[in-house]
């Protein structure tokens, strides 16, 4: 969810780069003239600058504080906070944050305490919390969900197993459609990986339950043989290292292909495609060990040297209240379990109950909470590209092994 909660949250299409603020003389973290205010950091293009845009004016005639949105694209973001907190300067109030940067910035974040986690989507709550520290309440969850052509596949067919789905693939390869992807490009591919090595076993993402690396245990074997297995079979696109969560949606809406293993908001973007008597979903398939997925949540988070941090508070437990606000647009996920069981009553919200069906899972499971992830991730987007392009599956985890160890977290 980089989660591509992008790419891939988040659109595995987010697109543009806006800066958005209200058009009024507002302070970030502060007064002026008598007027609060509080300046809130999303992602340009996503669901949050729509939603914080959206409830600016109802929160501020709700509570007097205005509401400055600034809108960063996802690749600036992480940059930009950063170099906030090492000056020490006060420029957002409330920051929109992918989960896998929360590590990194724990330091800088205001715990919340208090607050009733009992509706966060299964996994929000785990994700969430560094040293026993809630920080940030979840704006949504996504994880890769089977998507699949109904109009083709009999749902007596949709495959729930490895040995089903790869025999389905093949069935379904035709001259003209490939029965299904594989995920061999960049952080796409990292989760790609990651899912299956949930869904064979792993225990603990990267690092065991003690800290210690663990990419040498089998289910990562056994995930990276899987995906390599299926990359050279006919019934998948020969460009697997160039393919990823974008370039698989392009593929199913046009025809080319019969089923996708993709993130959940790509469902309705097919749907609006092909139609709804085309386009099916199912959870998560399973491995040896059952159904499993890694996740890709964003968090609202309070920054501790915000100078109105009451205000910042009421501002992220308003959004959490306004959460359902989200199935509104285009990538229809949310962070609430109340809200996608709700969802899932209405046609075309389908994927929230196979999303919830996944979650549910015990084999389903986050990323590391590590502040080195950026680094490892590209170790680890190069064991995948690597394994594809034919090297060795054990010795590739050997030395990814090492290289890890000596990032640190």
């Not at 647009?329 to 994927?351: C, D, F, M, P, W």
Request: glycine residues 8%; hydrophobic residues 35%.
């Amino acid at each position: 969810m980089r989660k591509k909660i992008v790419n891939s949250l988040i659109t595995a299409t987010v697109i543009g780069s806006m800066l958005t603020g209200m058009a009024v003389p507002c302070f970030a973290g502060g007064k002026k003239d008598g007027e609060s205010s509080i300046t809130v950091l999303v992602e340009s293009g996503s669901p949050a600058e729509a939603l914080a845009n959206n409830t600016a004016a109802d929160f501020e005639k709700e509570t007097g504080c205005k509401v400055v949105v600034d809108a960063v694209a996802y690749t600036g973001m992480y940059d930009k906070l950063s170099t906030e907190i090492k000056s020490g300067q006060t420029a957002h109030d409330v920051s929109c944050m992918d989960f896998v940067w929360l590590a990194a910035f724990a330091d800088a974040i205001e715990p919340i305490t208090d607050a009733d986690t009992s509706d966060f989507l299964p996994t929000l709550e785990e994700s969430g919390t560094i040293d026993g520290n809630l920080l940030g309440y979840p704006m949504w969850v996504n994880s890769k969900i089977l998507i699949y052509r109904k109009d083709l596949i009999p749902e007596d067919k949709v495959p729930k197993t490895w040995d089903e789905y790869k025999a389905l693939a093949k069935e379904m390869k035709t001259d003209d459609m490939y029965g299904t992807t594989v995920f061999g490009s960049g952080s796409d591919a990292v989760c790609s990986f990651l899912d299956f090595a949930c869904q064979a076993g792993a225990d603990g993402l990267v690092y065991d339950k003690d800290g210690n690396v663990n990419i040498t245990d089998q289910p990562y074997v056994d995930a990276l043989d899987f995906m390599v297995e299926m990359a050279n079979e006919d019934c998948t696109p020969s460009d697997s290292l160039a393919t990823a969560s974008t370039e698989s949606q392009e593929l199913f809406n046009n025809g080319k292909v019969a089923m996708q293993l993709n993130w959940s908001h790509q469902y309705p973007a097919a749907v609006e495609a092909l139609g709804a008597d085309k386009v099916g979903c199912a959870p998560m398939i399973a491995g040896s060990a059952g159904v499993g997925a890694t996740t890709g949540p964003w968090y609202e988070c309070v920054m501790k040297n915000s100078e109105n941090k009451d205000m910042a508070l009421k501002y992220v437990e308003y959004m959490y209240d306004h959460n359902a606000d989200y199935m509104n647009g285009t990538l229809k996920i949310a962070g609430r379990t109340s809200v996608y069981e709700e969802a899932g009553k209405q046609a075309g919200n389908e994927h929230t109950t196979a999303v919830l069906d996944t979650l549910n899972e015990k084999q389903s499971q986050p990323r590391p909470m590590i502040s080195t992830w950026s680094q490892v991730e590209e170790v680890l987007t190069g064991v995948v590209e690597s394994c594809l392009g034919g090297a060795d599956v054990k010795e590739t985890l050997e030395s990814a092994k090492e290289e890890i160890e000596a990032i640190g977290k």
